[in-house]
């Protein structure tokens, strides 16, 4: 017997007064039965659209799924009429929206037993055995599951997305139609396709979910760039690498600390441009990718557009890949430590020492290193130094070719009375703009 909250329970009374039925349904059950948080309370019923939005005169309604919107605290719950599966000509989505009659039928045309459950506040209706299947952690298709995907291509990704995020195992029949059906997935939009990605690599098990895409051939539609990667050797006479460079991706993301997707993304990808600047000597057989993270770089905007990225993860994305194979060598002076926090964005820091700590154990090195960690502790210093006049992006000879001056005190002076200006913000740190600046000394 699961509880549900009080709002939960005044809201289901609210239909039962008017003799409509109605159930919770979906991933909430789903939430409920883990003993999992739930925060998107969906909900099944008798009622009509027109009827539930008499009910609540603050919802609104969808018609292209049938589903009415309704705020409630500071939730919305989605409340959408029993519906059986339209006809669905084109692999995507059904042609227009069918009404059920009975709640067996609306449970039907859901994806997955897990997903296909609902609950009225007394009683499971389970007609797919979908308690068996979360015991046994099992991701299971409802019906025939060749059909189901061959209705709507989506569902083919969205099974890789509950098994990653539940540590679940695609039940065998299932995960033979996915690899059946696997080139369906061009008929679905980047959108769609990004939306349910984006939760693989945000889950609990993002490489797992990756090795898992690869396995069934939706890679090589998604992201052939790294699918790819799987062929292209690394392991060379002077080399410390052990895995080819998909294994070592996969391996990368394993572990990147960072929690967030773009982070994420970008270490899965950041070697994607070895696949075409690989060459091994043919004498000493010696593998090297020389610049590989310029036609990485490329790559990774490709990547951004193909997912419908907004321009700031993209930006980011770009970046990440862009600047992940900086130097932490010692012996490096600040100077060049802040050209390269000037280059990656003071912002994406944090996520770019996470792709490398990522990259690092990824490629089988050991968790600690005095080196990296002596690197993160200076990038941390030198952004607590002040700003301070050679920083400026002119010097002492810049002042001196402008104003045909020779070496003396005025240079200094100059070059103080800029600065000033700049520190409280009067003027930007622009070569162009302190040029012009200079001249007002002449
Ligand atoms: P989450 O917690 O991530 O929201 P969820 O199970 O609620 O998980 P949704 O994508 O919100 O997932 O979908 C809600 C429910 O609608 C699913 O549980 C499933 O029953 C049904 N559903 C969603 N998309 C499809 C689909 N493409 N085909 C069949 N049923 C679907
Ligand atoms: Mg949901």
Known sequence: MMTLPQEVKKFINKFRAKKFDIYVVGGAVRNLLLKKSVTNWDFTTSARPEEILKLFPNAYYNNTYGTVSIPVEDLIYEVTPYRREGEYKDFRHPNDVVWAKTIE???????FTINAMAYDAKTIVDPHNGQVDLNNKSIRAVGNPDKRFCEDALRLIRAVRFASQLGFMIEEKTRAAIQNNAALIANISWERIRDEFLKIIESEYPSEGVVFLKNVGLLSHILPEVDICFMIP?????RHHIYDVGTHLIQSLKSCP??????????????VGK??????????????????EVAGTKLAKIIADRFRLSNKQKEKLVRLVQFHQFTVSEIQTDRAIKRFIRNVG???????????YGDRIGSGARPTSWRFDLFRKRLAEVQKQPFQIKDLKIDGNDVIKMLELKPGPKIGEVLKKIFDEVENKKLKNERKILLEEIKKFA
């Open 346 to 356: 003071a912002e994406y820091l944090n996520d770019i020492i996470d792709l490398r």
């Open 275 to 292: 696949a075409e600047t690989f060459r091994r000597d043919e004498k000493t057989g010696l593998i090297t990718f020389y610049n590989h």
């Open 234 to 238: 690394q392991k060379s006479p002077k």
């Open 105 to 111: 039928e609306d449970l039907r045309r859901r994806d």
């Open 258 to 271: 960072s929690k967030d997707s773009i982070t994420r993304f970008a270490t899965l990808i950041h070697d």
